[in-house]
C-alpha cells in the first residue's frame, strides 16, 4: 500500500525559533492534508494541497507541495508555545482515502 | 458546522467481548466514513472504508471478521470490534467526508471525530 514518511519524529525548539517537518510519499499523490493533533486530542484539519508546486500561508505556516507531487512541508516561522503538537501529513491517493505520515512532534520551550 | 461525533468516548471490556463504537456526522451527511486505529505516540493507520448501503473495503493485513463496519445510513457508521483481545487495545477515530450529491469531489476534506479509547483487559 502507500506508504508516507514523515521526518524528523520530534523537534524541539525554543520559542521564537523556526520549524519545518517534510513528508515523502512513495507514490504519487492525488493531494495531500496536514493536521495538528494536540496530546489527548484528535487530529485538525489544517489546510489541503492539491496542485503540483502549490504553497499556501496561513499567518505563521507556510505549506509546500512539491513539484511531482511526492513530498510536501510544512514550516512554522516564529514558533509560539500555541504550536506544541503533533503535525502529521496524510497523503491521498486517487481514490481519496488518505494516509497518514508517522507525526512529527513539536515542543516548544518558552 | 462539519461536526462528527464518536461514542463511547472510552470503553473497558474483557477480553472476548464484542465492543461497538459509534461515528455520527452531526450536521452534514456523509456517503464515505473511513476507521482508523492509532497506537501511543503513532500515527493514524486506516483500518477501512465505510460507504453508505454497500460493504467496506479493509486495508491490507485488517481482518474484516475481526472488525465488522456498517454503514446504515448517511450519518452513521459502526465499527464492532469481535472477540476483543488486549492486543486491541487502541484509540480508534472515525472521519466522515461530506456528500455533496453527484459526483463527488476527489479534494474534499475529512472531519475527524473525538476517537474512542478501547481498553481490553
Known sequence: GQQVMQIPQYQHVQEGEDFTTYCNSSTTLSNIQWYKQRPGGHPVFLIQLVKSGEVKKQKRLTFQFGEAKKNSSLHITATQTTDVGTYFCAGGDNFNKFYFGSGTKLNVKP | GAVVSQHPSWVICKSGTSVKIECRSLDFQ??????????????????ATSN?????????????????????????????VTSAHPEDSSFYICSARPYRGGTSSLQETQ????GTRLLVL
Open chain 2, 111 to 114: 472531519y475527524f471525530g473525538p
Open chain 2, 30 to 47: 456523509a456517503t464515505t466514513m473511513f476507521w482508523y486505529r492509532q497506537f501511543p505516540k503513532q500515527s493514524l493507520m486506516l483500518m
Open chain 2, 52 to 80: 453508505e448501503g454497500s460493504k467496506a473495503t479493509y486495508e491490507q493485513g485488517v481482518e474484516k471478521d475481526k472488525f465488522l463496519i456498517n454503514h446504515a445510513s448517511l450519518t452513521l457508521s459502526t465499527l464492532t
